[in-house]
Structure formats: C-alpha cells, structure tokens
C-alpha cells in the first residue's frame, strides 16, 4: 500500500458523494458531483482521483487538475467540494463504455468500474479503505432503463429525455460504483425479506433488448437460483443484507466473467447463452449467481483493505459460490465440476513461477497492475479449495461461527488477513493460526503418495500442508468396498484395514493436493475408471490422468487412449464435458503435429457417440466438440443444413468449415445471426481460414488497435489453427513483436487479452523453443507492460513443460 494512501485514508472520514450524469449525448458525457467529508487534520491537503476529464471546475473555477488528480488544499474539519466535468466513454471495458448492439442499432452505456477504474468515470477518493455513500441521478434518453447500485427513487420526464433519481446507498468502496443506461428487456419481482420494509425486495434480470427471447427463455430458472440463493445467504449470514435492491444485469462489453456492484450486478452478455446451455454453463451460470450474491457481504459490506487481501473477497466468493448453487440451488453436483474443471487451473496457476501465497505479501503488490495481474486462478480456484479444506478441517458449525463473526465485526468497514484469522480463531478450538500459515501464506502444493508395505498401502505427505480427507478402498473392478476419514500430516498413515486393496486418496476430493497411487492401484484405475460410482471421484481420478499427462508421466496418447475406453460409457454429463474440454485443452498444448489429426479424431468420435446416443444432457455439449472437432465436411454441411440445430452448433461448423478451407458458409450465417455473439463467431471463423491471404487480413485487423477486447479474444480464438502449425510459423515471432507494440499503445484490459492470444497450437518441439526464445528476449528488455508481462511468463513457464 502507497504511504500516501495510507495517509490519506487515515485523513478522510464520512465521505459523501452526490452525482448528476448526463448520458445524453452520444460525444461523451457531463459529470456533477458534490463530494463532502471531514479531515481528521484541518489545514492538511488532499485530492481526488479523475482521469481523462475535461473542462474540470472545482467549486465553479478551473479546477487545479494534473496527471489524473484535482488538488484539494486547506482542509477544514468539515469540506464540501464541487466538481464538474465532462468525461469520455471507453470502448475497451474499462470505464464508462458505449456499446451498439449490431443487431438493432440500439446504444448502451454501462460504467464497468474495478480496481483504479471508477476514477475514468467520477471523481472520487479511489482507495479501497474509503468508503462513500452515494446519491446518483442520471439524465438519459426516454426510452431508456437506468440501474445503478442504489433503489430507484423517482423518475421525472423531461421530453426526450428523463432523469433518474437513486436513493442514498449505504458506504461502499469506490471501486464498486456502477450505474448501466439502455432499453432493457426487464424481468422483475418483489423478494421476500422480512427485514425490509414492506417484508419485500425489489429484485430484477435485465438484458439487451435484442436477447429478449434468451432472458425470457431463463428468466424463471435465473429468478429461482437467485432466490434460493438470497433465502440462503440471509439465514446463514448474521448481518442483515445491505442494499435496497437487488439487480443483475447481462451487460455488454464487460472484461470478466461478472462484477459484484451492490445492489446492481452485471454479468457479461455472452452468460445470457444464444442457444441451449450446456451443462457446464448451466451450472457455471449458477454459480456465479451464488458467487456475486456472496459478494454482497464478503467485499462489498466487509471490504479488504488493501489489494493484497483481495482473496479475502474472491477465494470467499468463489467458494460460496460453488457450494451455495449445490445446497440452495439444486446444482448439486458442483464440486464434481469444480474437481474437473475449476481446480486444475488452481493447480496450473500454482506450478508456475508466477505463483503467490493466497495471501500476498503486503510489499509484493507494488502497484495496482500487480494488484490486476493477481486476480487469478490462485486467488480464485485455489483459494476457494484451501477455504473448502478449511470448513473441512473445521467443520462447518465453527467455519461459519467464524466468518460471521468477521462480517459482524468489520461490517461496513475493511478487514485484513489478521482480522480474519482472529475471527476465526475466536470461534475454534483448533490452531487456525498455524492452517493459515501452512496454507495461505505459502506456495505450491502437496502430492500424496500411496506406497505399499507388503499389502499394505502407505499413505505419505511429499509437502508441509495439514489435510483432512477421504480415502476409499475398491476390489479390483473398482466397486467401493470402504472409505476412512484420514488426518494426514508429516506422519505417513498405514491404511491397515485396506491392504490388499485398490486405494484412492482424496475420494471426496476435500484437500487441494495432487495423488499418485500406487502401481497396483494405478492398474486397476485405468482399467475401471468408467465403473467408479461417485462422480466427483471419478472426476478427481480424470484429473490425475490430465496432471499425470501434463506432467509428463503418460503420453497424450494414453490419456486419449484412456478417453477412448472410458468416456464413451461416461452418463454424468459435467465429468464427460469437463474431460472434453481438458482433452482438447492438452492435445493443444502437448500433442506433436504428427499426431493431432488422429487424437482428434478420437474426441471427434466420442462427441459422435454422445449425440447419436441422444441423451439429452450429454447432447448440447458433445453437439459443440464434435462441430468443431469433425474433419468430415459432407458431415459438417449437410449439419447445417438442418433444421433446428443450435446456433452455437452452427457456428462451431461454419468454423470447422473454415478452418478446413471452406469459409462460404461465413457470410450466409453471419445474414442469419445478427447477434453479437454472431459478430464474434464469423470473426472467429474469418480468422481460422487456412490462406495466408486470410492469415494476413485478420492478423492485420488484430494488431490494428481498432478491435474492442471482445472482437480481440473472437479473432485470437480462431488465428492458431489446429492443423496451421506450417501456415502459422511466421507469425509466432511477429505475435511477439506485433502484440508487445499494441500493448504499449492500449490499457490493462488489451494487456490481458493479448496476453490470451498466446499461440496454443502444436508445434514441433524445435518451433516451440523458437517462439520460447523470442518471448524470452521480449521480456529480457524489461520493457513489456505488466500485465502483458505476467502472462507472457505464465505461457512461457506452461511451454517448458512441453520441452
Ligand atoms: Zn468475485
């Protein structure tokens, strides 16, 4: 944390904000605010962030305003300040971003805020540590809806225009400031909720007008996971909710997955899925309901102070999340989906240089990009794991005892890792001081080995970390004969009652640590992995198989040999699409060039199997692979010309098709589907067409500077095509070259996606340590944006695994 935002959070106390915006006009937009507060020091002097501004006033002159920051001097105990300005919209989703849908000219401006962002859309104190309340209202065109984190109050017609009036919201952080302006497509209801007066709660969905038909298709499965979700949190969490309302927005443009404004969250627009969900997104959707509806208390009403705590925010709702979908929602197979999906990339992001404690030191976030580039899958996936082994560890009754208590406690306010561990503390017997020290102040993470003494099986701990699990014994057709509750610690665990017998540890999957089994046990994995009956089990043991892949234990050829015999009799639909996914994911990252084609077709035929097999919850999933993956293009066509196949089918055979050679099918879908998601499926396609004309036209129009974040992403996803290894060699150096010149030009977000656009495809070994070492001399410089940086490292660190 900077000196001078400590100082000046210990300077400001009681600030409130009261805004007027004028979305009007299409050029940008006018900011009013009057922002009051007290100074613990009179005399002392202060300043409010505001970027990009322009005809900045402060108290009706020019405002003293350089280098993104208006200088307030002389503070007396009590300060009123008034700004105005007139302030840009973005386009990259960072700030205030204009949208126009293409499919029906409509224009949406939404205020994507986070970390350092809210500050290109308001002038505020933009710290984390000082919280505002906020008095919004917004003048926008008539035929709009305007949500914002406080309840409506009124609106008042004004010809062309209306103005909207919020209530005042309780204090939050200025990071989590949001309001969102179009014509909406609304589905809304009063929440039951007996603290509220009235006993209800103004609760909503909202989306594009142009996916009407998709939010009324699932507005009533959104509206029962939220309320089964709300009902939940407010009977297990001792304080009250906070907010006047709730509403969740699919809002356009948005950078991550969704973002926990209060009382307003928006999720990005593409959750809101064109054609039937599948599985995975069904359950994902889920959880991220429960994840941002978590938030609420974790991060919005107890905020960290600092971003080194930003776990405390994400690992929490992250976990919640998963398991609040499970026992409030119904999806109760989430942990099943997390084993095989959520917690690899946990482990991937803790294999690498990259990695950090969960808890981050305070003097490693040195500046709020490293604060940004550590939003990952160690502060989401891992953490959510090392928090499911602590309520483990726990047990459930103490592990909430203890999270209410910090809620309780720094409600309103900001809390740090210290103040956690002596909630926590308070609330156990056990020692949470020392789990907290081997568990989110270091790095990496265990492996359990089974080892036999005679017949029997030994269970040892290669790491430092305490865990509590499930071992389970099976006979020699993988039918479970026991399980035991293990404590394993430095001391190995004779399993004396399992000798004999194949042994799983982990089988429920509570401990985040890789397992190597014994060889006897191995054998008999391999061999039944399709007749294991617990699905998390068995997608903890797929898991094994894709680490022991990546490890490289097994060749990709054994894992795709492994899919063969044992995912073809695969039913749980989460375990045969997260295999699927992670398949191609290595075949990707791992395979030889001479060998693609072949492991391809496997995964091609098994996604065959599942859709003529005709069940419907395998289908939507296995429809998708087997359109992308299929190299039969009479197959493909006539697909398309079908009636009824799924929109996003379709897409993923027109670019099939085109990847193939074949990109007629480009223009007819593109006239049939002119929805965003459309937009970004033909640029998709475009980009996957095997010519170097066709090569030389998307990478020109990816490096132009000209692509909003998402069209990047669309373009990237279909460049580095699976067979183009040849086609595509000239192209890995300029990716470096070309993609470090547009980051210096671009923000964080282009950072991030560049950084995204990696060359994942296979190539051979010699090619992979060509591209290694141009990467390598890039950073060298020391010269590549941070953000950038971070993920050139990661890819660099996943390609040695390769070498
Ligand atoms: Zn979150």
Redesign the pocket.
Known sequence: MLPEARERADLLTDVHTELHLDLTSTEDFAVEATISFRCTKPGASSFLELTGGTDVTLDGRPAPYADGRIALTDLAETNTVRVTARMPYVHDGDGMTETIDPADGERYVCAHTSMDITQKVIPCFDQPDIKSTFSLSVTAPSHWTVLANGALASRSAGGTADTWVFEQTPPFSSYLFTLVGGPWVSVTWDEPYAPAPGGTLPFGWHARASQERELRRDAEELRRITSACFQHYTTVFEPEYPYADYQQVFAPGLNWGAM?FPGCVVFRDQALVQGTPTELEREWMASVIA??MA?MWFGDLVTMKWWEDSWL??SF?DFMGYDVAGVAAGYTDTWTSAAITRKPTGYRADRRRSTHPIAEDTEEIVDVDTAFANFDMITYAKGNAALAQLGHWLGEEDFLAGVNRHLSSHAFGNADLADFLDSLDAASDLDVRAWAAAWLRTTGFDTLVVTRDGDVPVLTREGSRPHRLTVSAYDDAMRLVDSRDVHLGAEPVRLEDFAGRVVVPNSGDETFAVIRPDEQSWAAITAGLSSVESQLTRAMLWWTAVDLTESTVIGVGELVALADRHLRPERHPLVFEGVMKALQAVVRRYDEPAEVAAHLSVVADIARGAVDGGDPALAPGASRVLARLSADRDFLVGWLARDGVDPSVRWAAVHRLAELGDPSHIDPESERDKSVAGHHAALTARAAVPTEAAKAEAWSRLMSGELGSHEFDAVGAGFWGWEQGDLLRPYLDRYVSDGLDLARRSGQAMGDVIGDAFPRLPLTEGVRRELRAAVAAALATGDVPTVLARSWNDSLDDLDRTL
């Open positions: 926990e994840h941002e938030h925010n994400e709702a």
